[in-house]
């Protein structure tokens, strides 16, 4: 071959190599990772609309798929990041609890798609650090954030920003992606609400609104955690006996230092009502004290003739009101970035994930909070859409984990996933190919004990029929429950004998998932004696 020929033919391969990267870069899929912090299943219309309506969000399942057996391995806010980021347990990522530093060596999935040359953001709340790693730009809240005149730390420093926090964390969303990003470029856009966290604070205009409405009860308010383990009967996290007045209620200190000391004897609560009430200007402090008034009127009056059934009812109204009046901005503000996709032609290339840290009781068994793998806390919604690969409108019932979350992306983005890590991708889900997903057991490990809310130390397995758990550090105790007999979770079937194989099995297959994720007595240990210093 002559040289002239050798060269033009190098030349056009060449040539065409670089239109094929560009054009597979360009086709590649955008990413929008929604994530709220608590925001239980049931307070989504496409799970349940006994509580709430949320269209916004709905629309995603509407337009795509909701998976609902979706759960989490580590049912605390920190932790699940760490897993998300990651791809790993907690035990292995070393994030096991909110106050354990996150080793920021490791590798977290933006880094992998900003190396692949996707542009990266994150805005909200990452709950740890401050300089999280593979994110072209980020605005994150320090720890919790706060829902009012939130704090902010940026490339550039810190910054306090006057409104309210699921607002602004939407508004510096929707600025970069119209504004900030290199539209040449796919993006990976991770956009996480602080809401709806304790102690909850909504928007003046939702307070407003939804101080007027009442709620159905869930039918397990006034569970006496009879055929429980004692991990049920010893946790703090009773609406009535654990919620405080001033931190949770919006009583005002004056009301209660003129009542005398009534507040729940709780260690914890340093902030209470003021920790956010002082953060308001004048203006802000005038929308919300009409309605804080008149609640703080009607409890003065009525609290000390009330019988506790009745005080347990208020108490559930009042965290009701509050915790969906946060739900609401939340949606709104999907609502606004959803519109945003679709007009700026970026939704038919966009996969849009709607998620949260963890699930949330609101008032079943008698609780708030999370922690347990008990249902409501240890399932999590999701949502996904996305346009021409998934059908819309479509369910899917596996067992899938936030686990599972980076290298589903990854997959979606072309970006290969390192081997360690622990999840599964869930294309083959989402393009409805099910008989390609084997899984039929997920597991589970919570730690923060001692701790706020006193939930013990557990591990367990669950499968769509069987949940077995194993609480340790100050008891040892095993609890089953029949999933589709029992899926309020009221009876503890371990010692039963019908059940008596049914233990057998699960016990085995509880080791051998052990053995799979490389968890271990000896790392239970581990982080128990790390937990003391
Ligand atoms: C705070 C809350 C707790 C909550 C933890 C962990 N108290 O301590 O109720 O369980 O966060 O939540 S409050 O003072 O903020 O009201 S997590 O989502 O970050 O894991
Ligand atoms: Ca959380």
Not at 98 to 107: A, C, I, K, Y
Not at 317 to 335: K, P, T
Not at 480 to 487: E, G, S
Request: proline share 5%; aromatic share 12%.
């Amino acid at each position: 071959m002559k040289l002239s020929m050798i060269l033009s033919v190098v030349l056009i391969l060449t040539i065409s190599a670089c239109t094929t990267e560009k054009e597979s870069t360009k086709q590649k899929p955008n990413i929008l990772f929604i994530m709220s912090d608590d925001h239980a299943y049931q307070a989504i219309s496409a799970y349940s609309n006994k509580l709430i309506e949320t269209p916004n969000i709905d629309r995603i399942a509407d337009e795509g798929m909701l998976f609902t057996n979706a759960c989490v391995t580590n049912s605390i806010c920190a932790p699940s990041r760490a897993t998300i980021l990651t791809g790993k347990h907690t035990h292995i990522n070393g994030k096991i609890d909110n106050r354990t530093p996150f080793d920021t060596t490791q590798v977290t999935f933006p880094q992998l798609f900003q190396k692949a040359g996707y542009q990266t953001a994150m805005f909200g709340k990452l709950h740890f650090g401050n300089n999280p790693k593979g994110v072209d730009e980020f605005m994150i809240l320090p720890g919790q954030g706060r829902y009012i005149n939130p704090d902010f730390i940026s490339k550039r420093g810190d910054t306090t920003i006057i409104g309210y926090a699921t607002d602004i964390i939407t508004d510096l969303t929707i600025d970069w992606l119209d504004k900030k990003r290199d539209s040449e470029k796919p993006f990976m856009m991770m956009y996480l609400h602080k809401a709806p966290h304790r102690p909850w604070w909504p928007s003046p205009a939702k307070f407003k609104e939804f101080t007027k409405k009442q709620f159905p009860e869930p039918e397990t308010l006034f569970d006496d955690y009879k055929n429980r383990g004692t991990a049920a009967k010893t946790a703090e996290m009773n609406i009535l006996n654990h919620m405080m007045y001033k931190h949770d209620m919006k009583i005002r200190p004056e009301t209660i230092a003129a009542m005398g000391n009534i507040e729940p004897k709780i260690k914890e609560f340093k902030g209470g009502f003021t920790g956010l009430y002082n953060r308001m200007n004048e203006k802000q402090r005038a929308q919300y004290d009409p309605i804080i008034d008149s609640i703080n009127q009607y409890f003065k009056k009525n609290w000390p003739s009330m019988t506790s059934e009745e005080k347990m009812r208020w108490k559930y109204q009042r965290y009701m009101q509050d915790y969906l009046g946060c739900i609401s901005s939340v949606d709104d503000n999907v609502g606004r970035v959803l519109d945003y996709l679709d007009e700026s032609g970026l939704a038919k290339n966009t996969i849009v994930i709607y998620t949260s840290d963890q699930g949330f009781y609101l008032g079943e068994h008698g609780w708030f909070d999370k922690r347990f793998i008990y249902d409501e806390s240890f399932k999590t919604p999701l949502l996904v859409r996305w346009p021409n690969e998934v059908k819309a409108g479509t369910t899917n019932s596996e067992m899938v984990q936030n686990l599972d979350f980076a290298q589903t992306f990854l997959e979606a983005a072309g970006i290969k996933a390192p081997d360690d890590m622990q999840g599964e991708s869930l294309i083959p889900l989402l393009k409805g190919n099910n008989r390609e997903w084997t899984r039929d057991a997920v597991y589970y490990h919570y730690y923060e004990y001692p701790a706020v809310h006193m939930v013990k130390r557990h591990y367990g397995i669950v499968t769509k029929k069987y949940k077995l758990a194993h609480f340790y550090y100050d008891v040892d105790e095993w609890e089953l429950y029949d999933r589709k007999r029992d899926p309020q979770e009221m009876n503890n079937v371990y010692k039963d004998s019908s059940y008596y194989m049914v233990v057998i099995e699960l016990k085995k297959k509880l080791a051998g998932l052990r053995i799979k994720y490389k968890d271990s007595k000896e790392l239970d240990l581990k982080y128990i004696e790390q937990y003391k210093k």
